[in-house]
């Protein structure tokens, strides 16, 4: 009785799953199992983050409103790309992007901050304000130089170690309008009242200095 009942269960099995097209039980269930689990995709390795246009860089980032990513996606980009390692490493690779608005030459962000710099830059034109930058990513080589001037005395503002700016990752800007943007100017009160909405906050008070942070940093 018991072993009909079994039996009867078991064939109701069997047709559910071949009805599914799946894998008729025994041992090699386990297996087969396993062997789509590891197929599944990992980590993205860093080379993924390193396709030929720009589209498809914010494609693997997974774009959030406007296509500015989010401080925890931005995050993750960062630690799947092995990035804050490579702080003012992160030239010639065809992983920063060059951005519109340069002071003087071509200014490179990272790809999330290149993103929202363009969208935040284009807000701001559509409210008269022309935003230029006079320092993006700086390499180890160029945020060094700037320290070395900063210890002799030479710089009336404070700079980080290389390592230790976000301008080596490619996350920060220095905006300008012919001098370094201040307290009085209508670029300074244009960022204060709207770079929040586009993942861009300052710090301290260097009423220049911009961070990408993604949006709700
Ligand atoms: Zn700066």
Known sequence: MATDALSQVMGRIAEIRSRL??????GRFAEILDAKLDSRPGPVPPAAFVPASFTS???????????VVTASELSSYLDAGGIRERNGRLGGEGLLVEVSGGWSGQPLLLP?????????REAAAADGIDLRVIDAYRSWESQDRAYQAFLAGN??????PPGKSRHGLGLAVDVTNGRIVGRSDPEWQWLQDNAWRFGWYPISNETWHWEFRGLGA
């Open 21 to 26: 097209g799946m894998v008729a039980p025994g």
């Open 112 to 120: 999330p901050a290149a993103e929202a710099w363009e969208q935040m």
């Open 57 to 67: 860089r914010l494609a693997v980032l997974g774009p959030g409103p406007r296509g």
């Open 155 to 160: 710089k009336s503002a404070n700079v980080l």
